[in-house]
């Protein structure tokens, strides 16, 4: 999904630019708009810009390299942040795995078997249509009942669990596409070579399939950061950025610029995760070639 | 009708059972809408080790379903094909024969020894063996010095001489081809005829070459196999005697038996003018 | 490529299962016992549906409407941008990494903050969310639309001396059209899913949202899970209808394929 074209150096310049002019146009309004905010009827178009409601930029900032509560000789809010931030990402990348296993192995099913495919592929396409996240709140009561021996079920399993769920689908439609995807010659060489299904799945459709995957894998991610996040709020999972968020955006009224501490934290989540699929891209150049004369 | 009486032809080498033997097969696939389509009725042809035989004729003449039929890609309706001997399914499984397809069908993320080694690699042969034939291979069509390149680096001629390495990695005795340089320039085109007319005489594999191109199936082969549409069937079978494959050069494209075969062939193809001879599959010199 | 399956197999294969798996769900809960707090069945959640369906239709409503609005302003300032990043190149490029990192981070996490600035008794924070969800794939496909113009229709128009704009109407609008559709699809699903987690988020009741989550806390899990029903039937509308928008203003084009 990188385009080529402007190199890197120019991206995250243009990057840092894009955020520095969000920034002034949030100072703007605040310095300009009506304190009541925009209001047409009973709705407020445009937000009120009190300090409470629209903090400083700078002082979000600020904010973060103060303690986490205002008295005492706490952590800094960053360091705060920061952990929860990577609790959360792990959380979302055993979700991103178990979701890109499943999804796989799923797409290799529904490759090998024509009916297989007929019966999955609609429910899989309908799913992405409903917001199956509505089940959130409801998870966590099946992992309490789970316990195998020793091993008994955590709540951050089922915030896993969900962001596998929504890590899926994607991956096993991408993987469908590019399992399905190679030549009718390519198929038939192999034919010739006289290999069975797994070597031209291993040799063949797996790496003709990465094209596909690699999209498929950068929206599982999003997806499970988002799951990861709305889960931990509706099962209220300690140590996440999701609980965060809300706990912190309910202290909003005596401390406004402390909601945005871990939104920053969010944020760095999602790009730390596109990011690896970004390297894991980078790993798997090799097969993005196409085999168009030069 | 199958073929003539007298135009079997010579075959080069009598050793061993035929490389091809194809009787009485027919190929009919059915339509779900509207009549079935008989790709092939009747079908009899014997190829003998070594030999080097081309089909020819217009669209929808069942050359290239022939030659599935022999790679067991797909199997005949009725009669029956033998390669070596043996069942055209066996055939596969012992790996009898290697393929060239029209579009290279190189593997994009493998480097140009690596898809030479493909088939190899494939029946589990060994690294340092692998690595010597592809070198050998490389050699022989002129590419050692792309052996690390990627396909998308290639020239389409270029991609074609791979394929042909590669279809000769486990030194088959039989050789399938179906208009590898169908999507080449005719300069291009030119050249690697020369180029595996050299390359056959010295692996000393039979061919079943399947083409458009009238010259290009009289400049390679022993014999031209002339075939109709609707239903496909083997309309002639025209010997091509030029000389040995190793004394074919460019020369040869100018000579006036080249000239007498292609007109031959031609006329085959178009149906026989009338009041001319019947010169069927007299050797032409 | 594969030939097509026949139509038995494509209607009865996946019916078949969805009505297998629904049976196997409801001989699991007799069988093996399971609490309604843990899984009700699927015979118990039916039942609580269409006792309670006037309930759902009314959270239905406040959500759906919600969606409806993100939808409707996120996809025309999705459009507008998509033009005019078009016209003006600069502002794609200095856009581009924003953008790119807007479509990888939950924009949802940015609701709590969104009702502390616009009032947590208004429905404005979810709207907001929702549009800005919508925006995102319906700005992104719609720009590739819009430049995948294909250089020969490029060339038939300047050799008829077209203008930009006959230019534009002739050809690159009209090619921009199935992709529009692509991000629409997707903008659908997205709206549904943002109004509703960002209930999640807090804001005034009404919603399925703050139903599912009102049921689940007073152990009513039968009706929770109708609400959640009445969620997914909700999304199955939107993209229906979106389907059919689309069928209506291009029916001569057979849907593209999301890439």
Redesign the interface.
Known sequence: MTRTGSPLGRRVLFGVLGVVVLAAVWELYKALGPATGVVLGDLTVLPRTSDLAMPHVWDMVARLFRPVRSSGDDEMMWQAVLQASFFSLGVAAVGWLVGVVVGMLLAIVMQRFRTAESALLPWIVLSQTVPLIAIAPLVKRWGSQIEIGSFSWENWMSVALIASYLAFFPVSIGALRGLESPDVNHVELMRTYSVGWWATLIRLRLPASVPYLLPALRLAAANAVIGTVVAEVSIGLRGGIGRMIVEYAAAAGGDPAKPWAPIFGAVVVGLLAAGVVALIGLALTRYRRGETPA | MSTAPSAQGQPIASTGPAAVSVAGVSKVFASRKGADVTALEAVDLTIAPGEFVSLIGPSGCGKSTLLRLIADLDSPTSGSIEVFGKTARQARIDQAYGIAFQQAGLLPWRTVRSNIELPLELHRVGKPARAARSSELLALVGLSDFADKYPDQLSGGMQQRVAIARSLAESPGLLLMDEPFGALDEMTRERMQTELVRICAETGAAVVFVTHSIPEAVFLSNRVVVMSPRPGRIRDVIAVDLGRAEGRGEGLREADSFFEAVVAVRESLHGEPAGAPAARGVDQR | ??QT?SLP??IL??V???VLAVALWQLAVVVLEIKP???PSPVSIATEFSSSVSSVWTASLVTGANALIGLLIGAIVGIIAAIIATVLPITD??????V??A????I???A??F?????AD?E?ARQLVAALAVFIPVYLNTLRGLRQARPVHRDLMRAYGASAWQATRAVTLPGAVPFLFIGL?IA??LA??SA??GE???GPIGG??KS??SA?ASSN?SL??A??LG??L???V??VVTLGVEKLVSPHRASASA?
Do not use: Q
């Open positions: 490529m594969k399956a197999r494509t294969a996946p078949l299962l969805g707090f843990v899984l490029e200095l856009s581009a990494p924003l790119a990192a479509s990888v981070i939950p949802v996490a940015l709590p903050v009702y502390t600035m616009f009032g208004k404005t699809r659908s699903s549904v899913i509703l987690i999640y988020f807090g399925l949202g599912i989550t689940a899990y929770a899970y609400y959640v969620a997914i909700l999304g199955l939107f993209y890439p």
